[in-house]
């Protein structure tokens, strides 16, 4: 399988997807509305800009979104409005918030979460040749998986709906509750080559295209931590082979080859969820971030994002998490489920730990090969970044 169009290198620089500095687009498909969304655009939609160079770090970022949706509507419950902070959060976010100070600022951040899909939205997301899925198996373990096609293989057929052509591959830990659905789900879309991504939760089950996801809560996030990448050509008369079969090896603890992947990686994906939902988000940072303490203990700092706090938010409820990580230039992916604990140290540093019980290797995973990353300007320094002092080797 081969990718073009869409994924042509140079289309960088999407901006934001709540809407907030983009162009607008026709009013049909917008939130509320039954209409389906409308395909992604060609020209005069999105603006872009054409790569130039690849120096270590990418461009400064922009300041995150922090607006009001204008047409959210206002919940109310027995004739009395409902609290804002606590419709959006459940009391596992909430009480990280409150630890931490930050209550104000994530009940102004989280007014831009909504429940449909914008157009400028669904036209991103036909775009992606990836997207990550977020479930529990039949056995209750957390699992982030990888989906792949052409772009346009995930498409907004409504502001409260995507379609999604095939699904994980036989063998996946997720194939078989996804096949009996409907599950609690949640979905990501990021970008590389803008540092762009949506998040998606709700449900997904199955459908005759193969997965249909139906979202209650939709949203984009900053490009901090994101590192760009951009896709690389296909080799000639690679798109006529037939599709290789994804060759799994499955585990209890990380090997040596899995543990140095990971001590290697810049970023990385964590499904966890509660009973009111789960989502899947984004972890980077420079290589070195991820720490391997044995071969069933990871660690990774907490950096400073948007404070909203819905993966520590749900680790305070559930313990329950998986990893997923991705090798960029050989498409392979490490699946990881077991549980993770935050560690609070003063002046409000966090550090999650996570203990593997079950992994999941697989080669090939992805027909998408990406160039080296430009580290996003947003990544702190880690010792090993510093230069070397007087005298050194």
């Known amino acids: 399988m081969t990718f073009s169009g869409p994924l042509a290198p ?80 459940h009391h596992g976010s909430l009480a990280v918030q409150r630890r931490l100070g930050v209550e104000g600022e994530a009940a102004h951040i989280g007014r831009s979460i909504g429940g449909g899909i914008r157009p400028v939205a669904a036209a991103f997301l036909e775009l992606q040749p990836h997207l990550v899925l977020a479930a529990a198996d039949a056995e209750g373990r957390m699992w982030a998986s990888l ?43 990021l970008d590389p080559r803008t540092r762009r991504r949506m998040r998606m939760g709700g449900s997904v089950r199955p459908s005759a295209r193969g997965l249909l996801l139906e979202t209650e809560r939709v949203f984009s996030n900053c490009p901090k931590y994101i590192q760009q990448r951009l896709p690389l050509p296909a080799a000639p008369g690679a798109g006529d082979a037939a599709p290789a079969v994804p060759l799994h090896r499955t585990g209890e603890e990380l090997d040596g080859d899995q543990s140095a992947f990971l001590r290697a990686a810049d970023t990385f994906f964590i499904a966890t969820g509660t009973s009111d939902g789960v989502d899947v988000s984004h972890r980077g940072g420079n290589p070195g971030f991820l720490r391997v303490a044995s071969p069933t203990g990871l660690s990774w700092p907490d950096y400073p994002g948007n404070a909203m706090f819905l993966t520590l938010g749900n680790l305070e409820r559930d313990p329950r998490a998986g990893i997923l990580a991705l090798d960029w230039s050989t498409g392979a992916t490490l699946q990881l489920t077991g549980t993770a604990r935050t560690a609070y140290a003063p002046g409000g540093a966090r550090t999650v730990h996570f203990t593997v019980e079950r992994t999941v290797h697989t080669e090939a995973a992805s027909p998408v090969r990406w160039t080296a990353p430009r580290y996003s300007p947003a990544n702190p320094a880690l010792p090993q970044d510093a230069p070397p002092g007087p005298g050194a080797d």
């Open 10 to 89: 140079g289309r960088t620089g999407l901006t934001d997807l709540d809407g907030t500095r983009l162009e607008s687009c026709a009013s049909s498909g917008a939130e509320g509305d039954p209409a389906p969304c409308p395909p992604p655009p060609t020209r005069g939609f999105l603006r872009r800009r054409a790569d130039r160079g690849s120096p270590r770090a990418a461009p400064p970022d922009p300041p995150c979104p922090t607006a009001e949706p204008p047409d959210r509507p206002t919940a109310r419950q027995g004739g009395h409005p409902v609290d804002a902070e606590r419709r959006t959060y």
């Open 147 to 189: 989906l792949t096609g052409r772009p346009g293989f995930a498409r907004a057929t409504g502001p409260h709906s995507v379609s999604v052509r095939g699904g994980p591959p036989a063998g996946d830990p997720l194939a078989g509750a996804l096949a009996t659905g409907p599950v609690p789900a949640a979905a990501l879309a």
